[in-house]
């Protein structure tokens, strides 16, 4: 099962989460594998949109906002676009575009910003948002300070909070075809509303950079290597990284209330569709092929109709005659 832990460094301004996504995962790739005419993710795509969704709800499950985060980067390389997006109940779902092959060991940039014209783009859509209100949108390039092509996710998160949020982050992610996990710290406020002082020690500890014990922790979390985030549980990747800190660990989100993948997508919704096509429209396509076949742009389900169905469809679709209780 899928859990996200979240934790609080006893006395120091910094926290964590970490997840580990399990069965939603291998949903999301078996219902991608599954569709005939898109077939599976090339492995480096499967891996890099595996690090997204663990980014994604890491950092969904790290604020409080009641709508749903976007994290999506787009590209002028054979992938076009790659999607994730997470609701507030932590429901998620994720896709990716393709218009060209991807080579067996792409990088990044390889893959997504081949001209230098990909972009990483984070979206916080409130549900109470007003008729004409935007969503609030952050948007960096996958290029460093110095213009150096970032080949590493969890680089380019970084470098969006580094200029988006200034808030200190360390992210570590890793994804294969069985789990995507990650590890989120982040620096808190030292100074709170009624302690200003430019001149004090915590004001100069809440600058970007400056707060020892923060980077001592980043230091720690950098130091987990791909394997271990992948095979250990998270009991031990904790204590083996933190075990001199003391950690206040809160209940693990799994199930119900933690991640689990969720479309909107349905049987029943392709249905209400083919409803709308109208019965002559409907058999015009079943002249043509053995079945109606919709796929789903999102996750990539496919839902196929055959004359059977689609005439079941159409028979409960039809009012009932009006009852009269005379028995004909």
């Not at 996200?4 to 006395?11: P, R």
């Not at 580990?20 to 480096?44: F, I, M």
């Not at 997006?85 to 060209?100: I, K, N, S």
């Not at 110095?146 to 969006?160: A, C």
């Amino acid at each position: 099962m899928s859990e996200i832990h979240k934790f609080l460094f006893d006395g120091l301004p910094v926290r964590g989460v970490l997840v580990r996504l399990t069965d939603d995962w291998r949903e999301v790739l078996r219902r991608r594998s599954a569709n005939t005419s898109q077939g599976a993710y090339p492995v480096p795509l499967q891996n890099l949109l595996g690090e997204m969704a663990a980014a994604a709800l890491l950092m969904q499950s790290s604020i409080k906002f009641d709508g749903s985060l976007v994290l999506q980067v787009l590209g002028d390389g054979p992938v076009r676009l790659a999607v994730v997006e997470v609701q507030p109940d932590l429901g998620w779902r994720a896709t990716a575009t393709l218009h060209g092959l991807v080579p067996e060991r792409a990088t990044l940039s390889e893959m997504i910003n081949v001209k230098g014209g990909g972009r990483c783009a984070i979206t916080l859509d409130p549900k109470t948002r007003l008729p004409g209100q935007q969503p609030y949108q952050g948007v960096v390039p996958l290029q460093g300070e110095q213009d150096e092509e970032l080949e590493k996710f969890s680089d380019v998160i970084q470098h969006y909070m580094l200029h988006s949020e200034q808030l200190d982050t360390t992210l570590v992610l890793a994804a294969d075809d069985q789990q995507a996990c990650g590890l989120l710290l982040q620096r808190l406020p030292v100074q709170g509303q009624d302690n200003l002082s430019g001149s004090s020690t915590h004001a100069i500890e809440d600058q970007m950079g400056h707060n020892e014990a923060y980077q001592r922790i980043a230091m720690l979390a950098e130091s987990l290597k791909r394997e271990e985030l992948l095979t250990l549980d998270a009991n031990t990747v904790l204590h083996r990284l933190f075990w001199q800190e003391k950690l206040l660990r809160f209940e693990p989100l799994q199930g119900d209330t933690g991640a689990h993948f969720s479309c909107t997508c349905s049987r029943q919704r392709v249905a209400k569709m083919i409803l709308g096509l109208g019965a002559e429209e409907a058999q015009s396509v079943l002249r043509e092929r053995p079945d109606i076949e919709v796929a789903c742009d999102f996750c990539g389900a496919q839902y196929r109709f055959d004359a059977v169905d689609v005439a079941e469809l159409f028979r409960q679709d039809l009012p009932m005659p009006p009852h009269n209780g005379t028995l004909q």
